[in-house]
């Protein structure tokens, strides 16, 4: 036990010797070995303050140089996890109450009948203040470990968006080197890089790396997309947040990205203008994303060939999400993806 206290540093606070050489003498019994101070008036009191860490202050409540209240109030001030005892003969238990809320760790009445509790509230005390400074210990390394954890994965995020960009910049370089066709090909492939750079953007630049804002980043798509073919005026109308997990975003964002480029691709034949509607909704518990466009719309039998219905059935499998097409000769084509 006493290689377990000795170095304590503790007050003793009492006007009358008796009452401090008794208290003293069982602060003794429980930490043997511990560094134990008696400051006397209120220049000893601020020089024990000024000094190294204090680990346990016991105080009488009423001193003619000051006051058991303004001790505790001193002490948390300067040393807010030393754990305060007061051990007196005045007050009573409604001082006793207003004190404990004040910081207080324990009130013990002054009386030999008394002497067992007390050694038993100046141990606890201390262990209670050993142990909280522990758990403070491991939650600010916690904290560390979770900050640099976050560090690193914002930085794995911040590579794979800068080699989306990489892989998107090389498919169209070698398009260019390429027959139309092929050409052609490299493009849309490059064009699903770009969409999902554009979900990876959005993840990087959000407080928390597990949701993504799903509406900033579907108008980065519509936005991106419309800039390329530049065959359609595009309008965004977007009501509410929506916030989805990456496993979803990024699936959802390419499902709406192969919707926007059939749109831009099939809708206005003959290098014919329209307009290109992206809505999404989400309130009171739904979302619901819609990609209008007022072009030439299909046949009933053609609506879902014209949208390569394989790879629409598979990206919304992986999104969750409901997809209805609506389409008429000449009424163009609405898509609606209902978040399930």
């Known amino acids: 036990m006493s290689d377990q206290t000795s170095g304590l540093r503790i007050l003793v606070i009492y006007d009358n010797p008796d009452d401090r050489q008794l208290v003293q003498h069982e602060v003794e019994e429980v930490f043997p070995g ?42 948390k001030w300067r040393h807010p996890g030393c754990p305060v005892v007061m051990f007196t003969g005045t007050g009573d238990e409604m001082v006793a109450v207003d004190l404990m809320k004040a910081g207080l760790d324990d009130y013990v009445v002054k009386s030999p009948r008394q002497l067992p509790r007390l050694r038993t509230s100046l141990k606890l005390a201390v262990e209670v203040a050993r142990s909280r400074s522990a758990l403070s210990e491991r939650e600010a390394q916690l904290t560390s470990m979770v900050a640099h954890k976050e560090t690193i994965v914002r930085e794995l995020h911040h590579r794979v968006k800068n080699n989306l960009q990489t892989v998107e910049s090389l498919l169209q370089l070698r398009g260019r080197r390429s027959d139309p066709a092929t050409r052609a090909h490299l493009e849309e492939i490059a064009g699903r890089m770009r969409a999902l750079g554009a979900v990876q953007s959005r993840i990087y630049e959000a407080d928390t790396l597990d949701r993504v804002d799903f509406r900033a980043a579907l108008a980065d798509i519509a936005k991106g997309l419309v800039a390329v ?12 947040p929506l916030e989805l997990d990456l496993g979803r975003a990024m699936p959802l964002g390419l499902l709406c990205y192969e919707l926007i480029l059939n749109a831009l691709k099939h809708a206005w034949p003959q290098a014919q203008r329209g307009r290109l509607t992206v809505q999404l909704r989400a309130q009171d518990g739904t979302s619901e994303v819609r990609i209008r466009d007022d072009g030439v719309g299909f046949t009933d039998g053609s609506v879902t060939k014209g949208l390569g219905t394989r790879l629409v059935r598979s990206l919304a499998g992986e999104a969750r999400v409901k997809v209805d097409l609506l389409s008429a000769p000449g009424s163009g084509t609405t898509a609606m993806l209902r978040l399930i």
């Open 229 to 240: 073919y530049d065959s359609a005026e595009l309008e965004c109308e977007f009501e509410g």
């Open 34 to 75: 511990a560094d134990i101070l008696e400051p006397t008036d209120l220049t000893g009191l601020e020089a024990a303050l000024e000094g190294h860490p204090l680990d346990l202050v016991v105080t009488d409540l009423d001193l003619r140089w000051s006051s058991g209240r303004d001790v505790l109030a001193a002490v």
